[in-house]
């Protein structure tokens, strides 16, 4: 009677601290933007189940989660960048057009910051969604997705600081 092999145990790539860092707080950053951006665009009571799911989430994150993590978890991040980079694309368009309609444009860099964001924001948009349409497992395509959001989230808060900041 011969027994069949066992399948190998998926691999797992260790990440050193900085990294380890990095990984956490971008899984943070996009677990907390879903949150932000249902929050602008849908408020109801889900925003409360929301908030509680994220936190839950968030904190079963253990050490051993964080330096170990299987490398096919970057295709799972594109439906879920895709998703909160064109909504808050959207709320660029309404930091744009609210400054433009009250004629406050030209008081402020916020509307030139958020042109700048939705710059990041569309290009993240691009990236994610080619990588959901091409299947690819390309390394270059999820982290400048990735990154082009992250930079089109800090661009997006610095326009509304300058925006409540200056008017």
Known sequence: MSLAPEPDPPQIVLRS????WL???QHLLLRTAAVATSAFVEPSA???DAVKTALTK??????DQTTAIPETSAMHRH???????????GICFIIIGGLKLTNQNSRTWSD????????FLVVSIV???SGIRNGSERQWTTRMADWSFM?????LIVSMVIAAYQL
């Open 79 to 89: 439906p879920h960048v895709l998703n909160a980079a064109t909504n808050l694309l």
């Open 151 to 155: 930079v089109g989230i800090a661009a």
């Open 58 to 63: 968030v904190d079963k994150i253990s050490d």
């Open 46 to 48: 889900a925003i409360a």
């Open 17 to 20: 601290g900085a990294e380890a």
């Open 112 to 119: 030139e910051i958020a042109w700048g964001a939705a710059f």
């Open 127 to 129: 990236l994610s969604y």
């Open 23 to 25: 990984a956490w707080l």
